[in-house]
């Protein structure tokens, strides 16, 4: 009998870094670093991090959720999470801000999805280093797993300066560059004979 796929996998990603191939199909994730929030046989869940939303402003979404932004200098970027439940709200966040609800995902990252964390934001009260993102990626089982074998994606630990640096113009290259890949030899035929 052969070896299945999860046998294949190093383990399940929770808690690392996706990186898109220069080959990946999907117009929603060329170039993507995603966060992995989780990833068992049930399917897998990710927050992009070098995707941008231009359409809304944080003090816009502020404002449609009712909700008073006291601090100037709290303003944060919005980011698209991924395709789907683009209009729920995820906050990946430093573990200096806890409520009830938040899931810590490792030693240095935390992900709280209620309307109070933002609150705690827009009060000066939140986390010291967060991303908002709108939507988020998902698979079903199996799915990502594929992906990966296909050479759809690569996949790193994550560092938190890649998690939550300002920079994202050059976030695809960098996450590259922390497997000690150099971008530039990629190409989009690899893995192609």
């Keep these: 009998m052969g070896r299945s796929i999860k046998e294949d996998m190093p383990s399940y990603l929770d808690g690392d870094l996706l990186i898109a191939m220069p080959q990946m199909r999907d117009p929603r994730f060329s170039q993507s670093v995603i966060y992995m929030v989780a990833h068992s046989d049930d399917g897998a869940m990710g927050i992009v991090l070098n995707q941008m939303i231009d359409s809304i402003t944080f003090p816009d979404l502020l404002k449609q959720l009712g909700i008073a932004l006291e601090r100037e200098d709290q303003i944060i970027a919005i980011h698209c999470g991924g395709p789907v439940e683009s209009g729920r709200g995820f906050v990946l966040h430093s573990p200096d801000y806890h409520q009830e609800g938040t899931l810590e995902l490792n030693s240095e990252i935390c992900l709280t999805a209620t309307v109070e964390i933002l609150r705690a934001i827009a009060a000066g009260q939140g986390p010291s280093q967060c991303m908002l993102a709108l939507g988020y990626a998902g698979w079903g089982p199996g799915q990502l797993e ?16 890649l998690v939550f640096g300002d920079d994202l113009s050059n976030l695809w290259e960098r996450a590259v560059a922390s497997l000690g890949i150099d971008p530039s030899m990629l190409s989009d035929d690899a893995g192609h004979a």
């Excluded at 990966?148 to 300066?161: D, T, V």
């Design 146 to 161: 594929s992906e990966i074998q296909s050479n759809g994606w690569l996949h790193a630990p994550a560092e938190k300066e």
